[in-house]
């Protein structure tokens, strides 16, 4: 097939060849993200190879469908920038990644929590300076301290098991408990009783219209004063204005993200040399009890290859079948 892939950097480019060694297929690499100014760049492409941040909704999904594009392979397992319903009335079939590496997700979501805990990244910067002092830096044993889980699918299934080895009372919320994580002892409970019986929340679950800023000013009322939160799912989960006034006021003790709301514009580039607009991006790295990470967690050796492998079979599968292994039908809940 012919494969116009959007948003590519060189460890795309690296995996997806490879990939492709057997396959045959012919990709095209672009980095300019998909979006309105950018989607005719794709005529005379059968597919289109997309990542989280490319824009595909109705009139990006007209252009393509315009230039002869009857595939979308999302090389990630959301697909929340898709219009489902518009890609379906344009005849457009939407493929994606469905699992890659839950380890990698999960590990950097315990990263997250444990150098924000013992505050790893501020002792880092004063040792380099000759400051040994550790006023400031004191933490806490994670063994014994209640941790919220919200969503236990693969990777919410991984971080339980390894906060289970910690010895953290794991409590879980999720519309289908997960056999595997009652094994090993997680206890499934309501959103708001997690919310308020947590001392640390980390939230694996994808973004719907019923968890679109699920994180907001209520729960963030009914949290433990000092909760630590975390978030390697989708940035619009959380409402990040409450957020911020939850660390402002005190109730909000740490907060890691992996994903931010508005990062289409910030994420995966080097902005070093420019000055970010965004004020509330802004004002969150103001903040010495919070670590942000550039939409990361996904980023191991292993996950790169998978979803390599993944994609380049939904592109040999439907140009073989018609159909790509991994199809996201119009009628699945966006997520």
């Not at 012919?2 to 095209?28: C, I, M, W």
């Not at 993200?33 to 941040?53: D, H, K, P």
């Not at 595939?71 to 990644?97: C, E, I, P």
């Not at 550039?294 to 159909?323: D, K, P």
Request: hydrophobic share 45%; proline share 3%.
């Amino acid at each position: 097939m012919r494969v116009a892939v959007f948003s590519t950097k060189p460890y795309d480019r690296t995996f997806l060849s490879q990939a492709n060694e057997s396959a045959g297929h012919t990709l095209r690499f672009l980095e300019a993200r998909l979006s309105a100014e950018t989607a005719a760049l794709a005529a005379g492409e059968e597919a289109v190879c997309a990542f989280v941040n490319d824009e595909l909704g109705a009139g990006n999904l007209e252009t393509l469908a315009r230039g002869g594009v009857r595939l979308v392979a999302l090389r990630s397992a959301g697909f929340n920038n898709v219009d489902l319903a518009a890609a379906k009335a344009l005849g457009v079939t939407v493929a994606r990644v469905p699992a890659y590496s839950p380890h990698a997700v999960a590990e950097h979501t315990v990263a997250l929590i444990l150098t924000l805990n013992r505050q790893i990244h501020r002792a880092y910067n004063r040792v380099r300076e000759g400051n040994f002092a550790l006023d400031g830096l004191l933490g806490f044993d994670l063994c014994g301290k209640t941790a919220g889980v919200v969503g236990t699918g693969k990777i919410g299934e991984v971080v339980c098991r390894i906060l289970t080895g910690f010895g953290c009372r794991v409590i879980a919320h999720d519309m289908t408990p997960n056999p595997a994580c009652e094994a090993m002892g997680v206890t499934y409970a309501s959103r708001e009783e997690l919310i308020a019986t947590s001392d640390l929340i980390t939230l694996h679950c994808p973004l719907t219209p019923q968890t679109h800023h699920m994180i907001d000013s209520a729960a963030i009322g009914r949290m433990k004063p000092g909760v630590m939160l975390i978030n390697t799912s989708r940035g619009a989960v959380i409402d990040t204005r409450a957020v911020l006034r939850g660390l402002k006021d005190g109730v909000v003790g740490s907060l890691g993200l992996d994903v931010y709301e508005e990062e289409a514009d910030l994420f995966f580039e080097d902005l070093s040399n420019r000055f970010i607009a965004d004020d509330v991006f802004a004002r969150l790295l103001t903040f010495p009890n919070v670590l942000v990470t550039g939409h990361q967690a996904f980023f191991t050796r292993e996950a790169l290859a998978e979803i390599a492998r993944i994609t380049v079979a939904n592109l040999t599968e439907y140009e073989r079948a018609g159909r790509p292994l991994h199809a996201v039908s119009v009628d699945r809940v966006t997520g």
